[in-house]
């Protein structure tokens, strides 16, 4: 009879813990699924600014162009000599950019409030 009981104990206690175990796997990917897809966006349209402009010769470029404190010039006459399309690309990038910070910010959230949830859960 006891070792019945003791049993039907650890086999709930598996149980239990196999889905726990699927419920922090579902909050994990609930939580970090939209970083991981701002991510993707971001390597895609990072992709595609390196095709429509050189990042080298921009970084040359503006690193002359900050020596002689004109930086704020030069940004200003980059921009405006630029195609339709790359300044597309520019304001697409910062606001993927822009919900990628707000997305990794709730996936730190969301991994602090786990791991303070399995300490808290922990026998001691």
């Not at 726990?20 to 939209?34: A, C, E, G, T």
């Not at 704020?72 to 822009?98: D, H, I, N, P």
């Amino acid at each position: 009879m006891r070792e019945e009981i003791n049993n039907n104990h650890l086999h709930h206690k598996t149980l239990r813990q196999r889905i726990m175990r699927r419920i922090y796997l579902l909050f994990m990917v609930r939580n970090l699924s939209p970083f991981a897809f701002d991510c993707v966006l971001i390597v895609v349209a990072v992709f595609f600014v390196t095709v429509f402009v050189s990042v080298h010769d921009v970084l040359s470029n503006f690193t002359t162009a900050a020596s002689g404190s004109n930086a704020l010039m030069f940004s200003l006459s980059a921009v405006s000599g630029t195609k339709l399309q790359t300044k597309l690309l520019l304001v697409a990038l910062g606001v993927v950019g822009f919900f990628a910070v707000r997305h990794l910010k709730q996936a730190v959230r969301a991994v602090r409030t786990l791991r303070e949830q399995k300490s808290e859960s922990k026998p001691l």
